[in-house]
């Protein structure tokens, strides 16, 4: 094939799939530029094969295509998410030194918090109390809640639905039920 042809080719198959692989990139990457570049780097990946390409519409062409950007794509993404797991945050908040009064104030709250909850959950008859601190504390699903206690998932889920809303209720606020978690 000549270089004429290679070009020309490239052209045909650029106007055709660029618009769909762009599409198939952008759905797993959903960012503009990455899927952009992915479409590029794509076609770099398709020039090397060129001559294999038979007709522009035959479905093996199609097909390679699809597992071109698919791949290029995915490993992309893979790319970016070791790239994001390897980069922290720089925190201003390191530099701040704690002031003294406001760890006796920060501590006093949370001794608060904590006896409010303790009460909260006093109001609570026993299986509601246990339900909730096995889904909160120990992270338990209410399958295992429903074998643990011996009674029906769905009853397990409702009794915990029903006593979130009514500490919910007893004070007005959603965010106790997730401090009985670090208790």
């Avoid at 699809?66 to 290029?72: A, D, E, G, M």
């Avoid at 909850?117 to 399958?143: K, M, P, V, W, Y």
């Amino acid at each position: 094939m000549t270089a004429q042809e290679k070009q020309e080719t490239l052209r045909q198959l650029y106007e055709q799939y660029e618009q769909p692989m762009y599409r198939i990139a952008y759905a797993i990457l959903h960012h503009t530029e990455q899927a952009e570049d992915a479409v590029s780097d794509a076609f770099l990946r398709i020039l090397r094969n060129l001559e294999k390409f038979e007709a522009m519409d035959a479905v093996q062409t199609k097909s390679y295509i699809v597992k071109v950007i698919r791949s290029t794509a995915i490993n992309q993404y893979q790319r970016n998410k070791l790239e994001s797991e390897r980069y922290t945050p720089w925190d201003d908040s390191i530099l701040d030194l704690p002031d003294p009064a406001d760890d006796l104030e920060r501590r006093l709250r949370m001794q608060m918090e904590t006896e409010e909850i303790q009460h909260l959950l006093h109001a609570l008859n026993e299986t509601d109390r246990s339900i909730l601190l096995l889904r909160c504390q120990e992270g338990l699903s209410f399958r295992e809640i429903a074998q643990r206690l011996s009674m029906k998932e769905a009853a397990a889920r409702k009794r915990f639905e029903r006593a979130r809303k009514k500490i919910q209720k007893q004070k007005g606020a959603s965010y106790y039920v997730e401090q009985i978690v670090s208790l």
